[in-house]
């Protein structure tokens, strides 16, 4: 209560909602039933519409597949691939960042390319979408939190309205206009551009995943949480209950009635109306962050917050149906400057404009602004401009404590409690030993606490503060691999790109100069460029992490010992070892490139991650230095022992058994149709023991004839390391690329030196291909 | 708020049945019901030679529907052949009209019997005008990235590609509708706010300062032209004879449909009923109770004084295929 009273007595606020209101009603309160931890469903929300929540979230956590709709081109294949931080419906880590395109022509209007304005990276057909012609404008946007749109969505375009001062009458230097979608107020989005949750999450769907959908039919829209439906009638039953509210926009009804299309071969809509609606009334449902209640620290930065100006943009609360609604957003247009505009025009916004962002949880949801540039509030606050000037100004004249005050207030907003540096929650205890994502044996003491801070750096994400760049795929190692868990392998929408040259008159293959590697990520408002003359794109698939410590203490030698280069017994199997110029053997990697944990490791810090890492005697691997803001190396010697340790100390994904007898019998099939020459099913480990990691671990010619691939050294463009099969079942999609999204399309996906195992497995009855893939996924 | 007040009451006159103005808009004569074309599919739009000829075209997912007015009452045109959806007509009196739509359709009224005359697409056509019974445009094309806008030219004998240059916009890949004064003063407008104009003999890319899908163009001569489009808000670009200007007319969505006769005042019609008088000198709306809650895609008004607007659920291409057409007399100073 107290924090509601803290509020009402805003003297801004609270004079611009009572010149709102024209009649002598009790002032408004703050809205009740609306507040709980992020991500969970509004309290006042009514046992069905519980039901629905829980339906609809598990359609935002749906994995698309291509054979779901995905595609034709896309950035991620799930809804909460973006909307995770620190839960299902919040932001996204600067991984998860995209970029918009299009064309400024020369009077000045804007015409977005790619898919609606969407630069999608991943394409089924080519691996790496092209940048379309005549695209001359990029911009990064940064993934945006949708906790309590609903309430956002009861508020009237007459409350939003009431604070817009377009023309600055007021001469504060801070003007405000809203945008407009279908003739109502937009509030949705960074620029305000859309008025509609529907238009919010089928835009994205299609844009990002590719997926399509139909607009809810009118029977569907007049049962959502927020009144949707073109009947005044319904709208007013919808709101008879709601004491204080003698009107309320109808905006919802304006959502875009036309159908996504596409051209993947998967019948469009390829999501069902009821799963859309689900979805929909998911997004309308999540509660609101609940707030801190008041410290003297938050109360003395609340007032600071007022005094700066920040108020003037981030409204305190706005008038809904159900009472005050504590977004801290106007929901307005402001102009933020030249040094934040990305040039996009959308509807009314211009290039220099964005919606004033509601700061409810914003402890949890960085990184911050529209691009996630800024690390940390303080620094987002700092990158104000424009408009907001003359308030970034003040707060950073500001002394310490003040400032300090300031961050404590906003840190009040809610979700302080959920915040991380990653997605770990922070009370969430390590894994089993034995388990997924847990260590290979018990530990204790400082061995434990080692394991965790590893693993807390696995997940933490890195900023560019703290060494991210220049430029990178993903922005911690969680990033790529988190499937099913930390440490785990990665879905579609994390895919390294490698990149190369082709030439077809000679039929040779050159690396470029620049390297193989076609970073996803650099500077901010651009695409990194790949090499001018490269023609072949090829995806790579995140391995997992899981048991590398036990692949790393295979003695090199039981590698070797069986390698058959030259096929010398004939039985159409080769396997080559992987050799570095240094001598020692490479077993990591899609092309055993590497070889140890730490290297790894080093590697992957480097080349997804671009952070530095310190020299270290007798390792190779990973650069020493780069050029971006932060001091090299970005990763200390302790930080780097750490890491490698937890990976190393990562168990092997369990054996799960279901059919016990069919197993069995799939297992002696492996073995029959020739699976196992390469899928060893084990090597011995350091100490003695079986590793069955169920690989050889050497490279072989695995791909079609003629399939086009990036060479990497001695590595040709057909040839892979054989992936150990432990985990398949959790670990798709499957292939370097990811092409199989099944154990059996990975099988029929083979080629090569296993040509003849594909033939055998495909001359099984039915029966024993079931045993052979009950087999496999009780790996 | 103006607007949403508005919206609101044309629901409710949806709603119970009843079409009367409202009290507050004494000036503008009242929109009423043309036909109930509830159940006939979709009109697209509106035309014809004479106040005793005029033609409504549309259809449903794949057939084409054209209703007539022949001074008294509107009825249904009974074509003799199969065709797809219509999108737009246009004519040169009683004998000589012609409608274009799905499937690179192009019907020709002979007087006698419609035809269907062979065009070298079968992409979608959105749009038809011409300068002289021999000299006629139709554009269209599929809004797909991957397939080119489509213009083409009949002289008198044949349909054939036309030729336009190379477009600087990018993701043009659909012209909606064409209009013009004369054979060397012609206007195209579509997708992503595209305008071609032709004199001197050549196609030429203007830029107008607008973003969105332009989607229908008229005017009374060469300095007074209007352009009217937008998805999601309605934009208008003007043409004065020197310059283009460009505007959002905040408060409403998208326009589909525009038709002038006097040089200063322009209809305007679009998505949700929308209905507006626009001023041509200072493109400000005056907005009119259509009555309906359905989309209006086309707006026009005959010699005899009325104007009709025409329309339907059009959202969806999959349907529903409900139509709409209104009506109300003009003015003289309209």
């Known amino acids: 209560m107290s924090f509601l009273h803290s509020l009402r007595r805003w003297g801004p606020a609270g004079l611009a909602l009572a010149a709102a209101c024209s009649d002598p009603a009790p002032e408004p309160t703050i809205a009740t039933g609306i507040f709980a931890a992020m991500g969970d469903v509004r309290p006042n929300a009514t046992p069905e519409q519980r039901e629905t929540f829980a339906r609809g979230l598990a359609v935002a956590r749906r994995r698309f597949t291509p054979e779901m709709g995905l595609g034709p081109t896309y950035n991620v294949s799930s809804c909460t691939d973006c909307h995770e931080r620190p839960v299902a419906g919040g932001g996204g880590a600067r991984y998860r960042n995209f970029l918009l395109t299009g064309q400024t022509l020369p009077d000045q209007s804007f015409t977005p390319t790619g898919v609606n304005g969407v630069l999608d990276q991943y394409s089924l057909a080519t691996g790496r979408t092209p940048t379309p012609a005549r695209t001359n404008l990029a911009a990064t946007r940064n993934p945006i939190p949708f906790f309590g749109v609903g309430l956002l969505a009861e508020v009237s375009d007459a409350e939003i309205l009431s604070r817009a001062d377009p023309d600055d009458r007021d001469h504060d230097g801070v003007s405000g206009r809203p945008n407009y979608d279908r003739g109502y107020v937009g509030r949705f989005g960074r620029k305000a551009q859309t008025v509609s949750i529907e238009g919010f999450i089928r835009g994205p769907i299609f844009n990002h995943l590719g997926v399509t959908t139909n607009p809810l039919p009118d029977a569907l829209k007049a049962r959502l949480p927020v009144p ?472 072989h010619d695995v791909a079609a004839p003629g399939a086009l691939g990036v060479v990497d050294g001695p590595a040709g463009a057909r040839e892979f390391r054989t992936p150990p099969l432990w985990g398949i079942a959790r670990t798709a999609p499957y292939m370097h690329d990811g092409r199989a999204d099944t154990v059996e399309a990975a099988i029929a996906a083979h080629d090569g030196e296993a040509g003849a195992s594909v033939r055998a497995v495909t001359a099984l009855d039915a029966r024993d291909r079931e045993a052979l893939v009950a087999f496999l996924r009780s790996l | 708020m103006e607007r949403r007040a508005r919206w609101a009451t044309a629901i409710v006159a949806a709603i119970v049945g009843c079409s009367d103005p409202s009290p507050s808009a004494p000036a503008t004569p009242s929109w009423s019901a043309a036909f109930d074309a509830r159940e006939l599919g979709w009109l697209l739009n509106v035309w014809g030679p004479s106040g005793d000829d005029l033609y409504a075209v549309g259809g449903d997912r794949d057939s084409a529907l054209v209703m007539r007015f022949d001074g008294r009452a509107w009825s249904r045109v009974a074509l003799g052949l199969a065709s797809p959806r219509l999108h737009w007509i246009y004519g040169f009196g009683r004998d000589d009209l012609t409608a274009v739509g799905d499937a690179g359709a192009v019907l020709h009224w002979d007087g006698r019997a419609w035809t269907r005359q062979a065009t070298p697409t079968d992409a979608p056509l959105w749009g038809v005008w011409g300068a002289a019974p021999n000299d006629l445009w139709a554009v269209g094309g599929a809004g797909d990235a991957n397939a080119p806008p489509v213009m083409l030219h009949w002289d008198g004998a044949a349909w054939a590609a036309a030729e336009f240059p190379t477009l600087t916009r990018a993701g043009v890949s659909a012209f909606f509708k064409v209009w013009g004064t004369g054979a060397d003063n012609v206007y195209v407008v579509g997708q992503r706010g595209v305008v071609l104009h032709r004199s001197g003999g050549a196609w030429r890319e203007e830029f107008v300062g607008v973003s969105g899908d332009l989607v229908s163009v008229w005017g009374t001569d060469a300095d007074h032209v209007l352009a009217v489009g937008g998805r999601g808000n309605a934009l208008v670009a003007r043409w004065d004879g020197r310059a283009w200007t460009a505007r959002s007319l905040d408060l409403y969505p998208g326009l589909n449909g525009v038709w002038m006769r006097t040089p200063d005042a322009a209809h305007v019609v679009g998505v949700n009923g929308t209905a507006l008088r626009l001023d041509l000198a200072t493109l400000a709306p005056t907005e009119e109770a259509s009555g309906t809650p359905l989309d209006l895609h086309a707006v026009f008004g005959d010699a005899a004084g009325r104007l009709t607007a025409v329309g339907g659920s059009l959202g969806n291409a999959n349907g529903p295929f409900n139509g709409v057409a209104v009506t109300r007399p003009m003015t003289s100073t309209e």
């Open chain 1, 228 to 699: 949707s439906a073109a009947d005044l009638a319904h709208t007013r039953q919808a709101i008879a209950g709601l004491a204080g509210e003698r009107q309320t926009s109808q905006a919802q009804v304006a959502a875009p009635d036309e159908p996504t299309t596409d051209d993947d071969g998967v019948p469009d809509p390829e999501m069902s109306e009821q799963d859309l609606f689900d979805l929909v009334s998911y997004a309308m449902l999540t509660a609101a962050p609940s707030p801190d209640a008041p410290t003297a620290q938050t109360a003395a930065g609340r007032a600071t917050f007022d005094r700066v100006g920040c108020a003037a943009c981030h409204a305190p609360a706005l008038r809904g149906p159900r009472g005050l609604i504590p977004a801290y957003s106007d929901l307005l247009l402001h102009d933020m400057g030249a040094a934040l505009a990305d040039g996009v025009p959308m509807k009314l916004a211009t290039g220099s404009e964005f919606r004033t962002q509601p700061l409810w949880g914003v402890a949890a949801t960085g990184p911050y602004l529209h691009d996630g540039r800024a690390d940390t509030l303080d620094e987002a606050i700092t990158l104000h401009g424009g408009e907001a000037q003359g308030a970034r100004d003040r707060y950073v004249a500001l002394s310490e404590a003040e400032r300090a005050g300031v961050l404590a207030f906003l840190a009040s907003l809610g979700g302080g409690a959920q915040a991380t540096e990653g997605l770990l929650a922070p009370d969430a205890p390590a894994p089993s030993p034995g388990a997924w994502g847990g260590p290979l044996s018990a530990l204790t003491g400082e061995a434990a606490a080692r394991f965790e801070r590893g693993r807390r750096l696995f997940d933490r994400d890195f900023g560019y503060g703290q060494g991210l760049g220049p430029s990178f795929n993903g922005d911690s190692c969680r990033a790529c691999h988190f499937d099913p868990v930390l440490g785990g392998a990665g879905p579609r929408g994390v895919d390294v790109t490698r990149q190369g040259i082709f030439d077809a008159l000679t039929e040779t293959f050159s690396a470029p100069a620049m390297g193989t590697m076609a970073h996803r990520f650099g500077a901010l408002d651009a695409r990194p460029a790949v090499d001018a003359m490269a023609n072949v794109f090829e995806l790579r698939q995140t391995p997992p992490t899981l048991g590398l410590g036990l692949i790393e203490s295979i003695p090199a030698s039981a590698i070797v010992a069986r390698a058959d280069p030259d096929d010398a017994d004939g039985d159409g199997v080769r396997g080559r070892a992987r050799y570095l110029p240094d001598g020692r053997l490479g077993r990591f990697g899609w092309k055993a490139n590497v070889p140890t944990v730490r290297e790894f490791v080093r590697d992957a810090m480097t080349n997804e991650m671009g952070v530095t890492v310190p020299a270290v005697a007798g390792e190779s691997f990973g650069a020493l230095a780069d050029d971006d803001r932060a001091r090299d190396p970005e990763l200390s010697a302790t930080q780097l022992d750490e890491l490698s340790a937890f990976v190393a100390a990562l168990a092997p994904p369990p054996r799960t058994h279901g059919d016990v007898t069919l197993e069995s019998q799939g297992e002696a099939l492996f073995a029959r149709v020739g699976c196992a020459a390469c899928h060893a099913p084990s090597l011995p480990g350091g100490d003695g023991q079986p590793v069955p990691l169920y690989s050889d671990l050497l490279l």
